[in-house]
């Protein structure tokens, strides 16, 4: 969903809690402590390895939420694998 920035906002801002979210461009996840990307998973982690780690025990959820998205946008296989761009790991699912 489309977000304006306030006008003291600027997206190279760092934010006190990590989040993670999805980039259609190259198909992946990444764990980040910046805002306003294409898709953000909307709970918030304390530091980059909580949000890391809950990526890892959550991919299931993930490989829904990714084909969902590709779905309605298309250009990548939905049989992909995951992949998290902090650990430059692919995921099986």
Known sequence: ????????????????????????DTNSFFATNQRYFFWEYEKEFSCENDAI?????????????????LSSTGGWNTNSDLYLENLRESFKI
């Open 1 to 24: 969903m489309y977000q304006e920035l306030k006008s003291n906002e600027n997206f190279s801002d760092k934010y006190p809690t990590w989040i993670i979210a999805y980039c259609l």
């Open 53 to 69: 780690s809950y990526f890892k025990t959550h991919l299931d959820e993930f490989w829904k939420i990714r084909n969902g998205i």
